[in-house]
């Protein structure tokens, strides 16, 4: 696949992961939302390239699935030493999870961008904990293609870093990187933590939530609620998209392979509603295994089955 453009660069952290259950422990594993998005995207028969940093302490068996799955890896620098993303995600009993960081690689700037991926139709920015500063995103937009971003990134459930009090209720920060991309995602647990208690309390203050974020420009944004499906707002109004019933192993990677599905489909056939339906089908899979970002646990596009009425 190499020397075509990608139809969708995911940009962000790659991460050698552990993850911590109650009953057991995973890891390493390749995991973070680029391996999660790219792998997504290129099983579903997507042409899906990635920007990322690692270091030569990344195994090279945990980068097998992208290559397997025929992921571009153009955009991978590999620096020498110890420059990967080690993260160790934490659940509790109730499902909350914790991420800690006891290595961080050095930050994607837009000289990291090879030439081919500039003029990818969308370029989705999801990273681990500020893996693009915001002065890489400014001159992101001035690329041809949609520029889509997930928010768990920059305060959300990912970072480490998260807003205040004072700025929780004064978001400005916030909607000035929302206002800088074309499509947004967010999951219930972001939101709470971008903006406090209040904004997720109920139906109507996500609601407002979506409505505010897209009166700064987006074309699209989205919050995504679990088993309650996500709350999808564009210029035809905020309604709600089911998700689909099936069995849950492990929720790892969920949101991002849910909005890789969604950008996918929505590059294709440019129907945000279809879009999102068809997310909720392709994420199954992915929920209903565990083990990281290997490639049994993703669809291909003939396992992706849209249930009735949803």
Do not use: N
């Not at 990818?120 to 920015?125: C, D, E, L, S, Y």
């Not at 206002?179 to 947004?184: A, M, P, R, S």
């Not at 646990?297 to 009425?309: I, M, T, Y």
Request: aromatic share 6%; proline share 8%; hydrophobic share 45%.
């Amino acid at each position: 696949m190499t020397g075509q453009t990608p139809e969708i660069v995911f940009a962000g952290h790659l991460v050698q992961e552990m993850i911590h259950f109650p009953d057991r422990e995973l890891g390493p594993v390749l995991g973070s939302p680029v391996a999660y998005g790219s792998l997504t995207a290129s099983r579903l028969g997507g042409r899906a390239g990635l920007v990322s940093i690692v270091g030569t302490d990344m195994p090279p068996e945990l980068l097998q699935p992208l290559r397997a799955a025929g992921v571009d890896l153009t955009g991978l620098q590999v620096l020498d030493g110890e420059h990967s993303t080690r993260s160790q995600l934490v659940y509790d009993e109730s499902g909350h999870k914790q991420i800690r960081y006891p290595q961080q690689a050095p930050p994607v700037l837009p000289e990291h961008f090879p030439p081919g991926f500039r003029d990818a139709p969308v370029v989705a920015v999801v990273t681990m904990d500020h893996d693009l500063p915001l002065t890489t995103i400014r001159r992101l937009r001035h690329l041809p293609g949609a520029l889509a971003v997930d928010l768990g990134g920059y305060g959300g459930a990912h970072s480490r870093a998260r807003p205040d009090a004072v700025a929780q209720q004064d978001p400005r920060e916030l909607l000035e990187l929302v206002g800088c991309f074309d499509i947004v995602r967010a999951s219930v647990e972001d939101c709470a933590l971008l903006l406090g208690a209040a904004a997720v309390a109920d139906d109507a203050a996500l609601r407002a939530t979506l409505a505010a974020w897209l009166a700064q420009g987006p074309a699209v944004a989205m919050i995504t609620l679990g088993e309650r499906g996500c709350l999808l707002g564009t210029a035809d109004g905020i309604r709600q998209i089911p998700a689909q019933a099936g069995p849950v192993v492990d929720t790892t990677g969920a949101g991002d392979a849910f909005f890789s599905a969604f950008l996918l489909h929505w590059l294709r056939h440019d129907d945000a509603g279809a879009a999102a339906r068809f997310a909720a089908a392709a994420v199954m899979p992915v929920i209903g295994r565990s083990g990281g970002a290997h490639l049994e646990r993703f669809p291909q596009l003939a396992d992706v089955v849209l249930q009735p009425d949803s």
